[in-house]
């Protein structure tokens, strides 16, 4: 992955404090795994390691997808919604996306006025974080 001029840059201006909604997306299945947030920086970091980096908004940093947990997330495309405040990651992931342990950070179905839990648990989260 190469650096991007900053014509081709994601709007970071438009998001609230400098920040975009960052969706990844499994490259294979086109699951979405998880949401989560980026400014400038870990946009940037992300297109020059290949792997995904976010910004954490509790711990006011970079957050790189896997530091702690090994549970990565190797980039194979990027792409920006048409207003280009929205950018959506195609990864291949390892191991669990969501810190509660599932693959997928969608876990849970909204089905007749309750919360389901339709997904096995990959790993316990006690043994990673």
Not at 4 to 21: C, H, I, K, M, T
Request: charged share 25%; hydrophobic share 35%; proline share 2%.
């Amino acid at each position: 992955m190469n650096s991007l001029e900053s014509s081709n840059q994601p709007a970071f201006q438009r998001g609230v404090d400098g920040l975009l909604v960052a969706i990844a997306q499994d490259a294979s299945t086109k699951s979405v795994l998880m949401v989560a947030w980026m400014n400038a920086e870990a946009f940037q970091e992300t297109i020059e390691t290949g792997f995904a980096t976010y910004y954490s908004r509790s711990r006011k940093r970079l957050w790189r997808k896997g530091e702690e947990s090994g549970h990565r997330q190797q980039v194979v495309d990027v792409f920006l919604d048409c207003d280009q405040d929205t950018i959506l990651l195609s990864v291949n992931q390892t191991g669990a996306a969501c810190h509660e342990g599932y693959a997928s950070c969608f876990f849970r179905k909204y089905e007749e006025g309750t919360l389901k839990v339709i997904a096995e648990r990959l790993v316990d989260p006690k043994d990673v974080y």
